[in-house]
């Protein structure tokens, strides 16, 4: 049987399906080989020479295919269709030859198939080609430049900037966008405008809605109203004045559909509907796609297959009608920059299955599902026709002029399935309006001056981010979930409700990088190098002189960083930042004086948790304070004295705490806590800092042991603890108000769900039979969800699989596959002495299971 290899069981099980008995059929677990993680993996000084090795993990399925090759002595590789695709098949038969299990007899073939469906993967198999070397190259090249950037960029942030952690060659212009959007948000000053309504009403009583557009005969821009003194002399000019119907003006508009997904539009589109992260959003893409649902979800092709377009046609007409099916398809043209290999659109396998009809049971999977679908079905469907109406009401001397629009739908068309969502929602005046007659009068029911200020840009989200990037052709399809997690788990970026903000640490590896190594972080350069390793893909360049033409001026940048001292460069930061670092004060006075002492300077300064503001007289001045803002506007205040010590507000590197007393030689860290999530440096009197330094409080002793419970605040919130056992408290203010009886519960309870200590041992959610071997196997409920559980051996029950469903037979191969995945050993020989020995040779029994992932990307 021919021996076909895809990248996870998923997929291998839906293709087993359509292939059958004659296939053997193999899951890679993704990219079986990588660069070591240590220096010299990729040699400039010969020829970018690179060194592979397979993974830990991956030398047990290398192993498996190898195995299967000696049954049978042909080999088809048939991983996903894109680059990262063709180079996972590449180390495969790279892998395979190396341990001799491809010969020279050995049939190796390699076949593409853009969705997991019987016709698909039979016409794939019927049409084999060769791997394509050009795409393998580009994969090298992207590889190498990471390798080189990572390796050799990421040593001099380490030196220069304490806490710093990577820097990538697309990861540092993500951060970038997002740096300098923070930088450009601080640096807005909010415009004062007013703008004027007037609520009218039509001599058949409808009401209607309409804005003041000229004023004395002056057509009236946005910012011509500028203060409250001007929107009430407007105010009085419509008042005083008879107001009728001058114009009525209906014209016709249309709407028409958004082009189908692909890989930046998906993201875009979960991210506005569902708040979905990039990352959260492939995966479920990913699984949909393993199971045949959906065309593969890396592309940045907006075509659809003929046989696809038919499809979604005849599937409209079947639900909707005729009138919903234009009279020719939709053909829709990619604009995106630097467009990489081209590929389908991502779409339904079968347009007449919505989601209902799939029983699709994970949650992120059917709201990703339905929204692919509609889309799909939506972008060969009729555009919306509408009737725009604008009507122009003025007084009879034509000194005011107002104006009321609205729309109406007449034929829904596309709307009736889908309408695509916008990032940042602005104003439009969309309203029906009733029956409005020229020449007629328009009586005055009330006007409305309204007060606006210009808004900064704001914020990435996820959406905007992604979609920026693609503008600005940085990255890839499969690059952007990985780029954004990879910066927010370097903790250079938080996410806060949906919106992308800046770190410290952030900002000071940004503007390390745009002074010392600032073509390397350009979005041109990066656009530029993005083309040339698709020309390479395209098989119009060489790699390895692209890489050497790199090389040769970054290596020569990197050479020129490492002699600088951490002062120097700290000195350039402080200059550079400047205007955030120290805005100016309303005193007048110097903004870079210490605000504590008055005789020191503020100036940069870097720890392993980034960047911070202190004081030149340390340790004689201790001052502190987060970058951005003056000291005034961090709320740094003496909130009062108790026992003669001076209890004061003050910001840190870390937030807001209070302080007891200065720092004295005998006593260098006087008493601190920091405010706890929630509480405002506004609200901070006396009482509640008092509150804060009595901490940890005292509860009472444990009836058990009599060792002390005590309550406090710690990193991770509020909570009890007796001994080494904590348990949390749902809101701050319990610390103070939690009794001895209800924190004996709440240990009790967190003892219990570790299955230990001094509460009950955990109960199984479900009790499911015998284990074969002996034991009891079980369901439990873990601190990540419901696992199997029998004897020493835990396995987590897969998404698509729930507690009430999972049979013994089910559960035992997941005990199985974990146990395997440990090294363990079967434990019936220890429970049968006699038969010790002779168990003790026997290797451990093989398992195929299908073991739940995604396929490993590896990304830039």
């Given at each position: 049987?021919?021996?076909?290899?895809?990248?996870?069981?998923?997929?291998?099980?839906?293709?087993?399906?359509?292939?059958?008995?004659?296939?053997?059929?193999?899951?890679?677990?993704?990219?079986?080989?990588?660069?070591?993680?240590?220096?010299?993996?990729?040699?400039?000084?010969?020829?970018?020479?690179?060194?592979?090795?397979?993974?830990?993990?991956?030398?047990?399925?290398?192993?498996?295919?190898?195995?299967?090759?000696?049954?049978?002595?042909?080999?088809?590789?048939a991983t996903d269709p894109d680059r990262e695709g063709e180079a996972i098949s590449w180390h495969l038969k790279e892998a395979l030859t190396k341990r001799k299990s491809i010969k020279k007899d050995t049939d190796v073939r390699r076949v593409t198939f853009n969705a997991i469906t019987k016709q698909a993967v039979t016409e794939a198999m019927a049409n084999p080609r060769d791997i394509d070397a050009p795409l393998v190259e580009a994969?090298?090249?992207?590889?190498?430049?990471?390798?080189?950037?990572?390796?050799?960029?990421?040593?001099?942030?380490?030196?220069?900037?304490?806490?710093?952690?990577?820097?990538?060659?697309?990861?540092?212009?993500?951060?970038?966008?997002?740096?300098?959007?923070?930088?450009?948000?601080?640096?807005?000053?909010?415009?004062?405008?007013?703008?004027?309504?007037?609520?009218?009403?039509?001599?058949?009583?409808?009401?209607?809605?309409?804005?003041?557009?000229?004023?004395?005969?002056?057509?009236?821009?946005?910012?011509?109203?500028?203060?409250?003194?001007?929107?009430?002399?407007?105010?009085?000019?419509?008042?005083?004045?008879?107001?009728?119907?001058?114009?009525?003006?209906?014209?016709?508009?249309?709407?028409?559909?958004?082009?189908?997904?692909?890989?930046?539009?998906?993201?875009?589109?979960?991210?506005?509907?569902?708040?979905?992260?990039?990352?959260?959003?492939?995966?479920?893409?990913?699984?949909?796609?393993?199971?045949?649902?959906?065309?593969?979800?890396?592309?940045?092709?907006?075509?659809?297959?003929?046989?696809?377009?038919?499809?979604?046609?005849?599937?409209?007409?079947?639900?909707?009608?005729?009138?919903?099916?234009?009279?020719?398809?939709?053909?829709?043209?990619?604009?995106?920059?630097?467009?990489?290999?081209?590929?389908?659109?991502?779409?339904?396998?079968?347009?007449?299955?919505?989601?209902?009809?799939?029983?699709?049971?994970?949650?992120?999977?059917?709201?990703?599902?339905?929204?692919?679908?509609?889309?799909?079905?939506?972008?060969?469907?009729?555009?919306?026709?509408?009737?725009?109406?604008?009507?122009?009401?003025?007084?009879?001397?034509?000194?005011?002029?107002?104006?009321?629009?609205?729309?109406?739908?007449?034929?829904?068309?596309?709307?009736?399935?889908?309408?695509?969502?916008?990032?940042d929602v602005v104003d439009e005046d969309d309203k029906r309006l009733p029956q409005i007659m020229e020449g007629e009068a328009a009586q005055k029911k009330g006007v409305t001056p309204e007060q606006h200020f210009t808004q900064p840009p704001p914020r990435y989200t996820e959406a905007t981010l992604v979609k920026k990037m693609e503008e600005l052709g940085i990255g890839r399809p499969s690059t952007y979930a990985s780029v954004i997690?990879?910066?927010?788990?370097?903790?250079?970026?938080?996410?806060?409700?949906?919106?992308?903000?800046?770190?410290?640490?952030?900002?000071?590896?940004?503007?390390?990088?745009?002074?010392?190594?600032?073509?390397?972080?350009?979005?041109?350069?990066?656009?530029?190098?993005?083309?040339?390793?698709?020309?390479?893909?395209?098989?119009?360049?060489?790699?390895?002189?692209?890489?050497?033409?790199?090389?040769?001026?970054?290596?020569?940048?990197?050479?020129?960083?490492?002699?600088?001292?951490?002062?120097?460069?700290?000195?350039?930061?402080?200059?550079?930042?400047?205007?955030?670092?120290?805005?100016?004060?309303?005193?007048?006075?110097?903004?870079?004086?210490?605000?504590?002492?008055?005789?020191?300077?503020?100036?940069?300064?870097?720890?392993?948790?980034?960047?911070?503001?202190?004081?030149?007289?340390?340790?004689?001045?201790?001052?502190?304070?987060?970058?951005?803002?003056?000291?005034?506007?961090?709320?740094?205040?003496?909130?009062?004295?108790?026992?003669?010590?001076?209890?004061?507000?003050?910001?840190?590197?870390?937030?807001?705490?209070?302080?007891?007393?200065?720092?004295?030689?005998?006593?260098?860290?006087?008493?601190?806590?920091?405010?706890?999530?929630?509480?405002?440096?506004?609200?901070?009197?006396?009482?509640?800092?008092?509150?804060?330094?009595?901490?940890?409080?005292?509860?009472?002793?444990?009836?058990?042991?009599?060792?002390?419970?005590?309550?406090?605040?710690?990193?991770?919130?509020?909570?009890?603890?007796?001994?080494?056992?904590?348990?949390?408290?749902?809101?701050?203010?319990?610390?103070?108000?939690?009794?001895?009886?209800?924190?004996?519960?709440?240990?009790?309870?967190?003892?219990?769900?570790?299955?230990?200590?001094?509460?009950?041992?955990?109960?199984?959610?479900?009790?499911?039979?015998?284990?074969?071997?002996?034991?009891?196997?079980?369901?439990?409920?873990?601190?990540?969800?419901?696992?199997?559980?029998?004897?020493?051996?835990?396995?987590?029950?897969?998404?698509?699989?729930?507690?009430?469903?999972?049979?013994?037979?089910?559960?035992?191969?997941?005990?199985?596959?974990?146990?395997?995945?440990?090294?363990?050993?079967?434990?019936?020989?220890?429970?049968?002495?006699?038969?010790?020995?002779?168990?003790?040779?026997?290797?451990?029994?093989?398992?195929?299971?299908?073991?739940?992932?995604?396929?490993?990307?590896?990304?830039?």
């Amino acid at each position: 049987m021919p021996v076909v290899v895809v990248e996870s069981p998923a997929k291998a099980k839906t293709i087993n399906k359509y292939l059958g008995s004659n296939y053997t059929v193999l899951a890679s677990y993704g990219h079986v080989r990588d660069l070591p993680p240590k220096d010299g993996s990729v040699d400039p000084e010969h020829d970018f020479d690179m060194t592979w090795e397979v993974g830990t993990d991956s030398r047990k399925h290398v192993k498996a295919i190898a195995d299967a090759l000696k049954d049978d002595n042909a080999l088809i590789l048939a991983t996903d269709p894109d680059r990262e695709g063709e180079a996972i098949s590449w180390h495969l038969k790279e892998a395979l030859t190396k341990r001799k299990s491809i010969k020279k007899d050995t049939d190796v073939r390699r076949v593409t198939f853009n969705a997991i469906t019987k016709q698909a993967v039979t016409e794939a198999m019927a049409n084999p080609r060769d791997i394509d070397a050009p795409l393998v190259e580009a994969y090298l090249a992207r590889r190498a430049l990471d390798y080189l950037v990572g390796f050799n960029l990421s040593p001099v942030l380490w030196r220069k900037l304490p806490g710093a952690r990577s820097a990538g060659r697309v990861q540092s212009v993500c951060l970038r966008l997002i740096v300098e959007r923070e930088m450009e948000i601080e640096a807005f000053r909010a415009r004062e405008y007013w703008s004027v309504k007037a609520l009218l009403s039509t001599p058949r009583g409808q009401e209607f809605e309409a804005r003041l557009t000229t004023l004395a005969g002056k057509k009236l821009d946005r910012y011509d109203i500028e203060n409250a003194t001007q929107a009430e002399m407007a105010v009085q000019a419509i008042q005083s004045r008879d107001l009728k119907v001058a114009s009525v003006e209906a014209k016709p508009a249309s709407r028409n559909p958004a082009a189908p997904f692909m890989t930046s539009t998906l993201q875009q589109e979960a991210s506005r509907k569902f708040g979905m992260g990039a990352k959260q959003c492939m995966s479920a893409a990913q699984r949909l796609y393993e199971a045949g649902h959906i065309t593969y979800m890396r592309t940045d092709g907006i075509d659809m297959a003929p046989e696809a377009v038919s499809a979604a046609r005849d599937a409209i007409k079947d639900r909707f009608g005729p009138e919903y099916v234009p009279s020719s398809p939709r053909i829709y043209k990619n604009k995106a920059k630097n467009a990489q290999e081209a590929h389908e659109c991502i779409r339904p396998t079968d347009m007449t299955k919505d989601a209902d009809a799939l029983s699709l049971r994970d949650a992120d999977q059917k709201k990703l599902y339905d929204l692919i679908w509609k889309r799909t079905l939506a972008c060969q469907m009729e555009g919306a026709r509408l009737e725009r109406t604008a009507v122009d009401i003025s007084s009879q001397d034509g000194q005011v002029v107002l104006r009321a629009t609205g729309q109406v739908v007449l034929f829904d068309g596309f709307l009736r399935v889908y309408e695509e969502g916008r990032d940042d929602v602005v104003d439009e005046d969309d309203k029906r309006l009733p029956q409005i007659m020229e020449g007629e009068a328009a009586q005055k029911k009330g006007v409305t001056p309204e007060q606006h200020f210009t808004q900064p840009p704001p914020r990435y989200t996820e959406a905007t981010l992604v979609k920026k990037m693609e503008e600005l052709g940085i990255g890839r399809p499969s690059t952007y979930a990985s780029v954004i997690t990879t910066i927010q788990d370097r903790e250079y970026v938080r996410k806060d409700k949906n919106r992308l903000f800046p770190e410290d640490k952030g900002r000071i590896v940004t503007i390390f990088l745009l002074n010392f190594f600032k073509r390397y972080v350009e979005y041109d350069f990066t656009a530029a190098l993005e083309e040339e390793l698709d020309d390479v893909s395209a098989g119009e360049a060489d790699y390895k002189e692209l890489l050497s033409k790199f090389w040769r001026d970054f290596s020569a940048a990197i050479a020129e960083t490492s002699e600088l001292r951490i002062a120097e460069v700290l000195d350039v930061l402080d200059d550079a930042l400047a205007p955030q670092l120290y805005p100016p004060r309303e005193d007048g006075t110097d903004p870079r004086t210490c605000p504590l002492c008055g005789e020191g300077s503020l100036h940069l300064k870097t720890s392993r948790s980034g960047g911070f503001v202190g004081c030149s007289r340390y340790p004689e001045c201790r001052y502190t304070r987060p970058i951005g803002g003056d000291a005034a506007e961090q709320g740094d205040r003496v909130l009062g004295e108790d026992a003669g010590d001076e209890i004061s507000l003050r910001s840190g590197r870390f937030g807001p705490y209070v302080q007891r007393g200065e720092a004295t030689e005998e006593n260098k860290k006087p008493p601190r806590a920091s405010l706890p999530k929630g509480w405002s440096t506004d609200d901070m009197d006396l009482d509640r800092a008092l509150m804060l330094l009595s901490l940890p409080r005292e509860i009472g002793p444990h009836p058990e042991d009599g060792e002390m419970i005590e309550a406090g605040i710690g990193r991770y919130g509020p909570f009890v603890k007796h001994g080494r056992l904590y348990a949390n408290l749902k809101e701050v203010d319990e610390v103070w108000e939690v009794g001895i009886n209800r924190a004996v519960d709440l240990l009790a309870e967190k003892a219990a769900k570790r299955g230990g200590g001094r509460g009950a041992a955990q109960k199984p959610l479900r009790e499911l039979g015998e284990h074969p071997d002996g034991g009891a196997v079980n369901v439990m409920d873990g601190r990540y969800g419901p696992y199997v559980k029998w004897e020493k051996v835990n396995a987590t029950l897969p998404k698509e699989m729930t507690p009430e469903e999972i049979t013994l037979e089910q559960a035992l191969e997941l005990v199985a596959e974990k146990a395997a995945k440990k090294g363990g050993k079967k434990k019936a020989a220890a429970k049968k002495p006699a038969a010790k020995k002779t168990a003790a040779k026997k290797p451990a029994a093989k398992t195929s299971t299908a073991k739940k992932t995604t396929s490993a990307k590896k990304s830039s």
